[in-house]
């Protein structure tokens, strides 16, 4: 029984905060009609059968209701004289009450009505305001276009791993539920195929975009538009039709992405090698500690550029084991010993999380 009425509590407050507006303007409207009908009520029971009144008429109900709800009362529209001794006394006790919640009802509707379109217009002004200040000068940011069913679990994904985020969509609701749950990130509502909304998200200065828009065409002219805003950043596309593979790469894309074949190589895996699987899925799926494979690139002129893997003592400082590296002409070498030497170009591969890896960054470069 309890759970239950905790249960109905948070569903209330929940949809009281959601819908303050309309509860308020429900709430106001509710004390104003009841009002009016008890107090037609008491002019229909309590005015004598001689009265040359037959009972107080509706309008005039409303009419006394209303100037009493709204605190100016006026005029008063019904005769409390021509009510017997009983009935003048039910009056003025259902009157006492009324006006004393009226009046508090009055005071919150009008309270919530204002704050509604003043804090909501206010707030929603700097909100978008800080937002243009923050998009103005960002860097080393991802674009994500889209945020569909893959956008919004690339966009959770890049949170955990504690990367800066511009999400574009042309759904001001989505874009407010994304925010909702992902409040760090920075948000831009628009077209992505339009190149000055594109130009917004500050692409030049970008490490990379994914296109995840719901159509493969539209991704394709995408990948067009942000390769020729910053011809050196990763794009990264999803293709629903995996035979347009090869287009996304002839227009510039560096990786391209198929769910179904994706969903076919893990059904796959999760048959011949399920303990490899869960392995990867509880590394993904743990909330508490967020670890990932990972990579550092070093620079030219860098820390790390001709030394020995041995002697940057990335096991010593850091507590992590390289597991490969990944040569600037592509070539993998799995689990490199101490004698391995290091090049500008090349990609370091370990097991971390998203501070070792600035700390390993900073080591490298």
């Keep these: 029984m309890l759970a239950f009425l905790q249960h109905f509590f948070d569903r209330f407050v929940r949809f009281s905060t959601q819908h303050r507006l309309v509860l308020a303007i429900s709430l106001y409207v509710f004390t ?12 229909q029971h309590f005015l004598p059968s001689g009265s040359s009144q037959h ?73 978008r305001k800080r937002m243009d200040r923050e998009l103005a000068k960002i860097s080393d940011h991802f674009v994500v276009c889209g945020c569909g069913t893959t956008g919004i679990h690339v966009v959770a994904e890049l949170v955990k791993l504690k990367r800066k985020v511009v999400l574009v969509d042309i759904s001001a609701e989505t874009l407010a539920h994304a925010l909702e749950h992902y409040p760090d990130i920075l948000i831009l509502e628009g077209d992505a195929l339009d190149d000055d909304v594109l130009s917004k998200t500050h692409l030049d200065t ?14 394709i002219l995408l990948t067009v538009s942000a390769r020729q805003m910053n011809a050196n950043m990763r794009v990264v596309a999803r293709a629903t039709i995996f035979e347009n593979e090869a287009k996304f790469v002839r227009v510039g894309a560096n990786a391209v992405i198929s769910p179904n074949h994706i969903g076919g190589l893990r059904m796959a895996s999760e048959m011949v090698r399920p303990i490899v699987v869960d392995f990867l899925d509880t590394m993904v799926r743990d909330h508490e500690h967020v670890i990932r494979f990972e990579h550092v ?69």
């Design 55 to 127: 009972g107080w008429g509706v309008l005039d109900c409303l009419y006394m209701t209303a100037i009493t709800l709204t605190t100016v009362g006026f005029e008063v529209a019904v005769d409390m004289q021509a009510l017997s001794p009983d009935g003048q006394n039910v009056l003025k006790i259902f009157l006492t009450i009324y006006t004393l919640t009226a009046y508090i009802v009055a005071l919150y509707a009008t309270g919530a009505i204002i704050s509604v379109f003043v804090e909501g217009a206010i707030l929603k002004y700097f909100k």
């Design 297 to 365: 690139t070093l620079r030219p002129g860098g820390k790390a550029d001709g030394k020995l893997l041995g002697d940057l003592g990335i096991f010593k400082n850091l507590g992590l084991a390289v597991i490969g590296i990944m040569r600037s002409n592509e070539r993998v070498e799995y689990n490199p010993g101490g004698s391995t030497v290091l090049y500008a170009g090349d990609s370091v591969i370990v097991i971390t999380d998203p501070d070792r890896r600035e700390k390993l960054d900073t080591l490298l470069n």
């Design 206 to 219: 970008a490490l990379g975009m994914f296109a995840v828009l719901p159509e493969d065409r539209d991704n």
């Design 32 to 43: 104003w009609l009841s009002g009016a009908c008890v107090l037609y009520g008491i002019g």
